[in-house]
């Protein structure tokens, strides 16, 4: 599998899921659009409601400034879209009113005549989009076969994080991040470099792993960054520091009037000490290969 430093994908269904680790997202379940009002977005079902200005985010990674820049944008992916459904409408079932059908076409690749596929209708989608065709986001009740690419696998089978409840408020966020797209790009690069070609159980097991080994490490270092500090405190060059301020007042920058230069000093030592071993936490997250993934965990707690 050839490794792409952008990475766009169809999808069937988990828009949230696939808006974390996909710079474009196409959906396939456009079914309706509707209003909220005069002067206020308009919302996509596909199948939850989604808002213009989301969609437009998820399709071509941008934030419209105007309306008009919007619809621009919009119009471009309703022209696309009607072009499409039409294209594969000869292999849909008789008077379908849901998408069901164009997974199962699509799954088999149904033929439309002797010059085109419904596969290959996916991919004139994708490009009049301005978008590579690089991965359809199967139903989650479909099999990945193992050899499927891994972007593909981190949706259907192994659930890394998990979007239910997060608002796309804190997608875009995310999506937004420059941070977090480091985060994103060091985390493809570590699935194409260790799971290309790999069984998808060897992959939820390694993952698993991984997240286990991760959450045990934090644990440690955070108890030794709490507990030197706490040691440190009590010594016996503290113990006058430790009653003049209280240790709550060492952590959080209390009151330290009265209090000697000579004691100030030692609050500022452990207070360094504390620091640094917290920083040192940190780096442990932000240079994990999953640190992409923890980050997201974090923000959709």
């Known amino acids: 599998m050839t490794y792409q430093a952008?990475?766009?994908?169809?999808?069937?269904?988990?828009?949230?899921t696939a808006a974390l680790y996909f710079d474009s997202v196409i959906p396939v379940s456009f079914?309706?659009?509707?209003?909220?009002?005069?002067?206020?977005?308009?919302?996509?079902?596909?199948?939850?409601?989604?808002?213009?200005?989301?969609l437009v985010h998820l399709l071509f990674g941008v934030t419209p400034t105007s309306s008009s820049e919007k619809w621009t944008y919009l119009g471009k992916y309703i022209d696309s879209w009607d072009?499409?459904?039409?294209?594969?409408?000869?292999?849909?079932?008789?008077?379908?009113?849901?998408?069901?059908?164009?997974?199962?076409?699509?799954?088999?690749?149904?033929?439309?005549?002797?010059?085109?596929?419904?596969?290959?209708?996916f991919r004139k989608l994708t490009k009049a989009l301005g978008k590579s065709y690089a991965t359809v986001v199967l139903p989650q009740d479909e099999p990945s076969p193992d050899d499927a690419p891994y972007a593909a696998l981190t949706l259907s089978g192994i659930p890394?994080?998990?979007?239910?409840?997060?608002?796309?408020?804190?997608?875009?966020?995310?999506?937004?991040?420059?941070?977090?797209?480091?985060?994103?790009?060091?985390?493809?690069?570590?699935?194409?470099?260790?799971?290309?070609?790999?069984?998808?159980?060897?992959?939820?097991?390694?993952?698993?792993?991984?997240?286990?080994?991760?959450?045990?490490?934090?644990?440690?270092l955070g108890f030794e960054s709490v507990t030197?500090?706490?040691?440190?405190?009590?010594?016996?060059?503290?113990?006058?520091?430790?009653?003049?301020?209280?240790?709550a007042a060492a952590f959080v920058?209390?009151?330290?009037?009265?209090?000697?230069?000579?004691?100030?000093?030692?609050?500022?030592?452990?207070?360094l000490e504390f620091s640094k071993k917290r920083f040192a936490v940190r780096e442990f997250e932000n240079a994990h290969e999953l640190a992409y993934v923890i980050e997201a965990q974090k923000a959709f707690k």
């Open 253 to 271: 920058g209390g009151p330290l009037a009265a209090v000697s230069s000579a004691v100030f000093v030692e609050l500022g030592s452990v207070a």
């Open 31 to 54: 079914s309706s659009m509707h209003g909220r009002g005069e002067g206020n977005d308009v919302l996509f079902k596909l199948p939850e409601d989604v808002s213009g200005e989301v």
């Open 83 to 121: 072009a499409f459904i039409k294209a594969i409408h000869p292999a849909r079932k008789r008077f379908a009113n849901n998408y069901e059908d164009v997974r199962e076409i699509y799954l088999n690749d149904v033929s439309l005549g002797s010059q085109s596929s419904v596969r290959e209708e």
């Open 6 to 16: 952008n990475q766009n994908a169809v999808c069937f269904e988990d828009l949230k």
């Open 160 to 220: 890394l994080v998990d979007t239910s409840c997060a608002s796309w408020e804190q997608i875009l966020e995310l999506r937004k991040d420059p941070d977090a797209r480091a985060k994103l790009r060091n985390l493809r690069l570590f699935f194409h470099n260790n799971y290309q070609g790999k069984p998808a159980a060897f992959v939820v097991d390694d993952l698993g792993r991984r997240l286990d080994e991760y959450t045990a490490t934090r644990k440690r």
């Open 228 to 247: 030197g500090c706490i040691s440190s405190l009590l010594d016996a060059k503290s113990v006058q520091a430790a009653a003049a301020t209280g240790i």
